[in-house]
T-cell receptor, first 113, second 109 residues
Framework: EAGVTQSPTHLIKTRGQQATLRCSPI?????VYWYQQALGLGLQFLLW???????NRGNFPPRFSGRQFPNYSSELNVNALELEDSALYLC????????????FGSGTQLSVL | GQNIDQPTEMTATEGAIVQINCTYQ??????LFWYQQHAGEAPTFLSY????GLEEKGRFSSFLSRSKGYSYLLLKELQMKDSASYLC??????????FGKGTRLHILP
């Protein structure tokens, strides 16, 4: 069974540009989580999608947005990139949020120059 | 709000036992998770506690006290491969899973 896959592995952008990160959950999982992992800050909750809808979001500005497609894959968009957006972005999936363990992808390393 | 605290770093010796503590304050509580994350890799699931008490799984055990907002992860017979970060995470009333900053564990030979 394939795990959670994320693309691209690495992404280099300049300040002010837009970045799109993609995630495919494990087959059968309907919930997708996005986390930002910056150096020294741990995993910061960004967004949670379930059954195609945004269920919750963390304390991030509106320029962080995303969506979940009918096949449950998901996209994270970051507009007007800032230097401090440089981080590892992790996607995780589960059967049912809140009571099921999360399976993580290997992440997208975003570097903003 | 939600807050999860765990020590930043710990050091232990190969073959020994180490206990990593986690305290939390959350709005509601659905369960507590422990994850392991090796440098440069994705976090992997270790344990899940919903009820008070100790859950044992091989060399790893996890304990939960909901009244005290406290959990610990116990690692026995430490091996060099256990050098990693250990993340405590809590699922609250709104079903968000919030992570602590993680504890970096160093194993000495």
């Amino acid at each position: 069974e394939a795990g959670v896959t994320q693309s691209p592995t690495h992404l280099i952008k300049t300040r002010g540009q837009q970045a799109t990160l993609r995630c495919s959950p494990i087959s059968g999982h309907t919930s997708v989580y996005w986390y930002q992992q910056a150096l020294g800050l741990g995993l910061q909750f960004l967004l949670w999608y379930d059954e195609g809808e945004e269920r919750n979001r963390g304390n991030f500005p509106p320029r962080f947005s995303g969506r979940q497609f009918p096949n449950y894959s998901s996209e994270l968009n970051v507009n007007a990139l800032e230097l401090e957006d440089s981080a590892l972005y992790l996607c995780a999936s589960s059967h049912r949020q809140g009571h099921e363990k999360l399976f993580f992808g290997s992440g997208t390393q975003l570097s903003v120059l | 709000g939600q807050n999860i605290d765990q020590p930043t770093e710990m050091t232990a010796t190969e073959g020994a036992i180490v206990q990593i503590n986690c305290t939390y304050q959350t709005s509601g509580f659905n369960g507590l998770f422990w994850y392991q994350q090796h440098a440069g890799e994705a976090p992997t699931f270790l344990s899940y506690n919903v009820l008070d008490g100790l859950e044992e799984k091989g060399r790893f055990s996890s304990f939960l006290s909901r009244s005290k907002g406290y959990s610990y992860l116990l690692l026995k017979e430490l091996q060099m491969k256990d050098s990693a970060s250990y993340l405590c995470a809590v699922s609250g009333r709104d079903d968000k899973i919030i992570f602590g900053k993680g504890t970096r564990l160093h194993i000495l030979p």
